[in-house]
């Protein structure tokens, strides 16, 4: 019996250069999903105070008196809005230790016509600090939210949650809920709007 040697071919110039390159490259995605998954598990871990404290360090983040806490995507140039007034508005809230959307103003048909008050007290808040045209990025803290009770019909917004809202004040109609009958002070929530 004989055994047969099977030459090995030479690598090719350059060949061993782009090995080590796809080596680094895989190890480059490892540990930056590592650290994702890893900066995922801290922020569940925090207390909404402890989240908030640490969004409130990003340049750019105003943190108010009350907690809110928000970011100009975009200044408008229009009005404010007051208490009396209602808004044209796109908004998408998300859970913020999960980015989960649970309410939008495009899965009610495009933009939402919503009063300034009588909503959770972090909108009211928030709303009245834009102008038309801007958009905001807003951190509501449980207090401003919907605190220990949750909310959604479904329970989409946990208890304690910090909320998320990106919204864009389109227009401003001012004095309208004083002109519509029976809404003027209205201190309820809005019906088919789970994160108001």
Do not use: C
Not at 27 to 51: H, N, R
Not at 164 to 190: H, I, R, S, T
């Amino acid at each position: 019996m004989s055994v047969t040697a099977v030459p090995l071919r030479p690598i090719k110039k350059g060949s061993l250069t782009k090995l080590w390159i796809g080596i680094g490259l895989l190890a480059a995605v490892g540990i930056g999903a590592a650290w994702l998954s890893t900066k995922a598990a801290v922020v569940a871990a925090q207390t909404p105070d402890e989240y908030l404290a640490d969004n409130g360090k990003r340049a750019g983040v105003v943190t108010l008196p009350s907690g809110l806490q928000y970011e100009v995507l975009k200044e408008g140039n229009g009005p404010k809005p007051t208490p009396a007034d209602l808004t044209l508005v796109n908004y998408e809230g998300k859970l913020a230790k999960t980015g989960e959307v649970f309410d939008a103003s495009e899965r009610h048909g495009g933009p939402a016509t919503l009063p300034v008050t009588g909503l959770i007290p972090g909108w009211t808040e928030g709303v009245q600090l834009m102008k038309q045209g801007s958009k905001y990025r807003f951190w509501m803290p449980p207090r401003l939210a919907y605190g220990d009770a949750g909310a959604g019909p479904n329970g989409e917004i946990p208890p304690n949650a910090v909320l998320v809202f990106d919204l864009e004040l389109l227009a401003v109609q001012p004095g309208a809920m004083n002109a519509m009958p029976g809404m003027g002070g209205m201190g309820g929530g809005m019906e088919g709007h789970p994160g108001m």
